[in-house]
């Protein structure tokens, strides 16, 4: 993916706290016909000043096996994250570990045979997270809207799927292998994955992207309205202690959130001006130590450039208390998905 791709100027910033350390909760790695962005490609946008520890791998249908059964084709994800996480442990890379925790795909309407995907998944990773393994939790995304232009057709899913007897059976197989859940689903589907928190309240869950907000089709325009209602929502799931969120993902068009620029990148200054509402909210709802800021780079990154992407961060928690910053920036992150990366290590 470049600029040119989409006839803006970059825009360069130097980062505002060059010495903020940073855990990157959400990002992707893949190889498609219309997108290429792997390790070096990431690289490269972490490199551009930030100080980044450490990175949390989510799924997206990358390398999947082309061979076996249709259920354990994820796991071939999860092989080809787990590679790369060993290159960065190497330190050849750099300070940086890259997919130090992975987040993977598996169906969990097979109910309980979705057990062995699961343990498929942890053994692939190097086991589980106590000796050393990398598997962390799973996302099976349920972002479901009565408008077809909103529907991604890679995921199939449903209105009721978080309420469904099949899924329910197959998400109760994650805590007791001490797995996690992301979660990926439009603002108006909050108050069933709130549903879903309290039928299991022991299995740690973890809202992405702000909570899916739309701003296209038949939402286009109508911002205060879904803000209303999605301000709602998140304050009803703050009530869930399972519950964490991640603040990023505002740079997807779907949000509704782009700048209307055409002349060039937009800066930090503008981009915190368009989240502020969003993520301060969040912030606010869920407590610091219940929210960790993402890049949600490739897919963010039609909308900005890396590092004005934390600057915007930095410009939004800018007046957030030393500890506060150490919660939203990477004490969080490490702690929903159990990395151990030292705030006082090296940069890159």
Not at 285 to 297: K, L, V
Not at 331 to 342: D, N, P, V
Request: net charge negative.
């Amino acid at each position: 993916m470049t600029h040119a791709a989409h006839g803006l100027i970059a825009r360069q910033e130097e980062p505002i706290d060059p010495a903020q350390p940073i855990v990157d909760a959400h990002h992707h790695l893949y190889d498609r016909p219309s997108l290429r962005y792997l390790l070096d490609d990431f690289l490269a946008d972490i490199r551009t000043g930030h100080d980044v520890r450490a990175t949390v791998y989510v799924q997206a249908r990358a390398m999947q096996r082309q061979e076996g059964p249709e259920s354990l084709k994820p796991v071939g994800e999860t092989e080809f994250a787990n590679g790369v996480a060993a290159m960065c442990a190497s330190g050849i890379y750099g300070n940086a570990r890259v997919c130090a925790a992975i987040v993977g795909f598996a169906d969990l309407c097979l109910g309980q045979a979705v057990q062995a995907v699961l343990q498929a998944h942890i053994d692939t990773a190097g086991g589980p997270a106590a000796v050393g393994g990398r598997f962390r939790g799973i996302r099976h995304v349920a972002a479901w809207d009565a408008d077809p232009a909103l529907l991604n057709p890679a995921y199939p899913t449903s209105e009721d799927l978080l309420d469904s007897a099949a899924f329910r059976a197959g998400f109760a197989q994650l805590n007791p292998r001490g797995l996690s859940f992301d979660a990926w689903l439009y603002f108006h589907q909050i108050p069933r994955l709130t549903s879903l928190a309290r039928a299991f309240p022991d299995t740690p869950i973890v809202l992405n992207h702000c909570g899916g907000i739309l701003g296209l089709g038949c939402y286009e325009g109508r911002h205060q309205e879904v803000f209303r209602q999605w301000a709602t929502a998140t304050r009803e799931l703050a009530s869930c202690p399972n519950v964490m969120v991640k603040l990023g993902g505002l740079g997807m068009p779907l949000s509704g959130l782009g700048t209307r620029r055409h002349d060039a990148r937009p800066s930090s200054a503008e981009l915190a001006e368009l989240w502020r509402p969003w993520i301060e909210h969040c912030i606010e709802t869920f407590g610091p130590s219940r929210c960790m800021f993402e890049s949600n780079f490739p897919a963010d990154k039609v909308g900005y450039d890396y590092a004005a992407g934390w600057n915007a961060f930095q410009r939004i928690a800018e007046h957030a208390s030393a500890s506060e910053k150490a919660d939203l920036f990477w004490r969080s992150a490490c702690t929903f998905y159990r990395i151990q990366t030292s705030p006082s290590g090296g940069r890159n």
